[in-house]
T-cell receptor
Framework: QVQLQESGPGLVKPSETLSLTCTVS????????WTWLRQPPGKELQWIGC???????NYNPSLKSRVSISVDTSKNQFSLKLRSVTAADAAVYYC????????????????WSQGTMVTVSS | DIQMTQSPSSVSASVGDRVTITCRAS??????LAWYQQKPGIAPKLLIY???NLQSGVPSRFSGSGSGTDFTLTISSLQPEDFATYFC?????????FGQGTRLEIK
């Protein structure tokens, strides 16, 4: 059974960097796309970006200047860094697996983490 | 970005009812559409991918149709566990975007 588990602080100060790691168990990182998404309270989901197991990335243009996603195949993990956070970045953050191995980005998301609430406050 | 608009934003129905939810894309997305179910405090669950393909393990009372800009999710006979929020997501190009969600409530 494939499972995704996020780890990282649930509280980040304004202007600092949000860092989350997603550990994949029950499956290999390869050959999938791995994605970060977020959902502000009461709002719709937002796609942050994705990374292929090889390390190729795609980011949401609205966040591209502040975001980076990396992968560590040896640990079966991928990570998110979001710099210079503000209150607008407070949300439940999810990591997810792309369901297609042939479509760039994975098309849909078949496995999700449980989600972690990140609050931005001093 | 491609905008995804769902209707209605909420719907009340009874167990056994047939319910249809609509998702419209601001431009053509071929069949690059997925549907998800989300319950409070729980991660979304993939129901349908590429507009009409049922994800493994999802009951057959769920079905999807459409292509281009207009899509529907139909639940043929509502069960108690189906009361949740449903949303669509396109995968035509980056950035992927989601609809605002349709809340399905018990009448």
């Amino acid at each position: 059974q494939v499972q995704l588990q996020e780890s990282g602080p649930g509280l980040v100060k304004p202007s600092e960097t949000l860092s989350l790691t997603c550990t994949v168990s029950g499956a290999s990182i390869s050959p999938y796309y791995w994605t970060w998404l977020r959902q502000p309270p009461g709002k719709e989901l937002q796609w942050i970006g994705c990374i292929y197991f090889s390390g190729n990335t795609n980011y949401n243009p609205s966040l591209k200047s502040r975001v980076s996603i990396s992968v560590d195949t040896s640990k079966n993990q991928f990570s998110l860094k979001l710099r210079s956070v503000t209150a607008a970045d407070a949300a439940v953050y999810y990591c997810a697996r792309g369901s297609s191995v042939v479509v760039t980005g994975g098309a849909a998301f078949d496995i999700w983490s449980q989600g972690t609430m990140v609050t931005v406050s001093s | 970005d491609i905008q995804m608009t769902q209707s209605p934003s909420s719907v009340s129905a009874s167990v056994g009812d047939r319910v249809t939810i609509t998702c419209r894309a601001s431009q053509g997305i071929s069949s690059w559409l997925a549907w998800y179910q989300q319950k409070p405090g729980i991660a979304p669950k993939l129901l349908i991918y590429t507009a009409s393909n049922l994800q493994s393990g999802v009951p057959s009372r769920f079905s999807g149709s459409g292509s281009g800009t207009d899509f529907t999710l139909t639940i043929s006979s509502l069960q108690p566990e189906d009361f949740a929020t449903y949303f669509c997501q396109h995968a035509k190009s980056f950035p992927y975007t989601f609809g605002q969600g349709t809340r399905l409530e018990i009448k």
